[in-house]
């Protein structure tokens, strides 16, 4: 007998032996008690229900007997006294205070008697006047422009005439025209003269106020 044909005869029995393994070990598992365990939850996500309980009321204390507040002391309103007046100076010191003031305290005659000092005379104020020497040079010359159109018109001037009465300042108040203002203002500067004012026989600046006419005639 080859030896391929024994291995064809014993195959055979070894499949028998393996399918009766394998039976026996599905019948057992088969046999064998089934547990099936539950599954677990998850403990994180149960819900409890919480009781909210008020806080305590706080405990009030007892307010501790306080002892009587004193009463409060009024002072009584105190009554200020008038003192009497005091006497005034009498006879004797009246007459000693005059003899001081005179300045002396002899038997001279009008000892005891008080004097009387003389008021100043007010100072004597005169005020500048227009030199009449001078009256002439008082009239401007007439702007050459306006005596051909024959224009007429005035000028209201203030000035400052000085101790040597020559006028120092000129200040035009009105004038009906700029040509009338400049020529009085030329002609004041150049040729007015006044007499000048005095305060008690001293010459003194003083301020004259004159309206100059322009007329043809």
């Not at 003031?101 to 500048?128: C, H, M, W, Y």
């Amino acid at each position: 007998m080859s030896y391929a044909s024994e291995n064809r005869r014993g195959s055979p029995l070894g499949m028998g032996a393996a399918i009766f393994i394998n039976g026996s070990i599905i019948l057992a598992v088969a046999l064998s008690p089934l547990v099936v365990h539950p599954p677990k939850r998850d403990k994180g996500l149960e819900g409890r229900s919480i009781t909210l309980q008020p806080p305590p009321e706080p405990e009030v204390e007892k307010a501790k007997d306080s002892p009587e507040t004193p009463p409060i002391f009024v002072p009584k309103p105190q009554v200020q006294t008038q003192l009497p007046p005091k006497p005034g100076p009498t006879i004797k010191e009246t007459e000693t205070a005059k003899t001081v003031l005179n300045g002396g305290g002899g038997d001279d005659e009008g000892a005891g008697t008080i004097r009387q000092i003389p008021e100043l005379p007010k100072p004597v104020f005169k005020s500048a006047l227009r030199d009449p020497r001078f009256a002439r040079d008082f009239q401007p010359d007439y702007p050459v422009g306006k005596l051909r159109l024959e224009i007429e018109g005035s000028v209201k001037v203030r000035v400052l005439v000085g101790t040597d009465g020559r006028v120092r300042q000129v200040q035009i108040l009105e004038a009906s025209d700029s040509d009338f203002a400049r020529a009085t203002e030329r002609q004041a500067l150049r040729a007015w003269r006044f007499t000048p004012a005095t305060r008690d026989g001293i010459p003194v600046e003083d301020w004259q106020t004159l309206t100059v006419r322009f007329d043809i005639d």
